[in-house]
C-alpha cells in the first residue's frame, strides 16, 4: 500500500481538507503515477456537491490527471518509469463487452469504474486526482505527447475528449455548420477542434464578454443567447450544435436553429431534467442527442491530434488550498477557461 496526500470533502458542499489515504499495491498490470496536475472539471462541482445523487463520501474528485509514472507492475509492457502519462474520467470497465471491444469502455454493460465517486469491482471507493499518486491499471493511462505541458495536458484528458468525441462522430469537417453552446472548459476545447475538423464555428454564450477570445481559439460568429434576435437570426443554420452547458437551456429554442436532420448533443450534465416539445424535432426531423467523454483509444487519438493541431485549453494554475474559491469561480462562469491543480502545494 502507498499513502497519499488528497484533497477530500467529507459531504456535500463542504470544505475541502488535506487528508491522507492509501493506494491500493501495485497488481501485476497496475502503473503507479505521481500526480503533477489536476484539472477542476464543473462535473467535480455537481460530484462534490452530490447534485446528481448518490455521492460516495469522503470524496475526492478529479478525473483530468497529468503525471509521471513512477512504479510500474511486473507485467506492465506499455509504460516504463518516466513516461509522462494521463488518466481520464474512468479507470476500469469489463473489457469483454461489445462495447469495451469495440473502444467505448465509457459505455460497458457491467459498468465502467469511474476515476471517482464509484465502487470498483471488489466494492472499495475510488478516489480521484486530487491527489499526489494514484494506481490505475495500464489499459487506462494514456500517453501525453512530448509537446504538451502537464499542465495544458491534464484538462484534455476530460474536457478534451468529451468534446472531440462527438465532433467525430457526428463527422464534423469542412462546410459543417457547428455551434458550440457555452464557452467554459468544455466549451472552450470544443471551438479549437471543430476549427480544427473544418468546420464553420459559431460560439453561441452568455454574453458578449467571451468574443474576442473565442475568435482566437478558432470561432467564426459569435452571438450572446441573452439577446433574443440571436434565436431568429440563426434560425434553421446549424448542422450540429454542441451544448456544453453546466445549467439547463430553453431546448425548444436551441433545436429551432438547427437545420433539417441537424443534431443538438448535450454534454453538458444539469441535475434537473430538460423539457421540450417533440415538434421541435419532428417538422424538422431533428435530432436529440448525448455523449459521455470518449474511450481510451479515441482519448489517446484526442491526444496526439491537440498536439498535432496545436490545441491546448486555456488555464490557470492553482494551489491546493485554492480549490473551494476555484469550485465557487466556476460557478460564477468566472473561469478562462479551466483551473488545473499544481499537486506539489499539496
Ligand atoms: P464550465 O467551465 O463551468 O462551463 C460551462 C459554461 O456554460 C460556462 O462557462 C458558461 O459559458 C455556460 N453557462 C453556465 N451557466 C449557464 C447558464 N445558467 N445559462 C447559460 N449558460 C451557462 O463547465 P465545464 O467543466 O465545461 O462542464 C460543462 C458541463 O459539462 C457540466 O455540466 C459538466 O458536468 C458536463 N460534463 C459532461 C461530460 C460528459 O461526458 N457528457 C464530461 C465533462 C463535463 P458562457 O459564459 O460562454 O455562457
Ligand atoms: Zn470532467
Redesign the pocket.
Known amino acids: 500500500m502507498c499513502k497519499t496526500h488528497v484533497l477530500s470533502v467529507k459531504g456535500p458542499k463542504a470544505p475541502f481538507e488535506k487528508t491522507i489515504i492509501e493506494r491500493r499495491e501495485l497488481r501485476a498490470n497496475d502503473v503507479l503515477i505521481d500526480i503533477k496536475f489536476s484539472g477542476i472539471?464543473?462535473?467535480d462541482i455537481?460530484s462534490a456537491f452530490d447534485e446528481w445523487g448518490g455521492g460516495i463520501f469522503p470524496m475526492v474528485p478529479g478525473h483530468e490527471i497529468a503525471g509521471v509514472v513512477s512504479a510500474i507492475g511486473t507485467e506492465v509492457k506499455r509504460y516504463k518509469v518516466g513516461d509522462r502519462v494521463g488518466v481520464g474520467c474512468f479507470v476500469d470497465s469489463c473489457g469483454e463487452c461489445e462495447y469495451c471491444l469495440r473502444g467505448d469502455e465509457q459505455y460497458c454493460t457491467k459498468g465502467v469504474i469511474n476515476t471517482y465517486n464509484s465502487l470498483d469491482y471488489d466494492g472499495n471507493p475510488t478516489y480521484g486526482g486530487y491527489s499526489q499518486k494514484i494506481v490505475v491499471k495500464e489499459e487506462f493511462v494514456v500517453r501525453i505527447p512530448e509537446v504538451l505541458g502537464l499542465d495544458v495536458a491534464s484538462p484534455l484528458l476530460?474536457?478534451g475528449v468529451?468534446t472531440y468525441s462527438p465532433l467525430k462522430k457526428w463527422n464534423v469537417s469542412p462546410g459543417k455548420k457547428v455551434a458550440i453552446v457555452?464557452?467554459?472548459?468544455?466549451?472552450h476545447l470544443a471551438v479549437q477542434y471543430a476549427h480544427a475538423m473544418g468546420a464553420d464555428v459559431t460560439v453561441l454564450?452568455?454574453?458578449m464578454n467571451?468574443k474576442d477570445e473565442a475568435i482566437e481559439f478558432g470561432a467564426d460568429y459569435y452571438f450572446a443567447?441573452s439577446d433574443p434576435a440571436t434565436f431568429t437570426e440563426l434560425a434553421n443554420s446549424f448542422d450540429l450544435i454542441l451544448n456544453?452547458?453546466?445549467?439547463n437551456?430553453n431546448v425548444d429554442a436551441y433545436l429551432s436553429m438547427l437545420r433539417v436532420d441537424g443534431t443538438l448533443v448535450n454534454?453538458?450534465?444539469?441535475a434537473e431534467p430538460d423539457q421540450f416539445s417533440v415538434f421541435s424535432l419532428i417538422m424538422s426531423r431533428r435530432n436529440l442527442a448525448?455523449?459521455?467523454?470518449g474511450g481510451i483509444r479515441e482519448t489517446q487519438e484526442m491526444l496526439d491530434f491537440s498536439a498535432q493541431h496545436g490545441i491546448a485549453p486555456k488555464i490557470e494554475v492553482i494551489r491546493a488550498d485554492q480549490v473551494d474559491e476555484a469550485y465557487e469561480r466556476?460557478l460564477r462562469?468566472d473561469?478562462r477557461?479551466?483551473f488545473v491543480i499544481d499537486m506539489s502545494t499539496m
Open positions: 472539471c464543473h462535473s455537481h476530460c474536457a468529451t457555452g464557452m467554459g472548459g468544455l466549451g454564450s452568455q454574453s467571451k443567447t456544453t452547458v453546466s445549467a437551456l454534454v453538458g450534465a444539469p448525448g455523449s459521455l467523454v466556476v462562469s473561469v477557461y479551466r
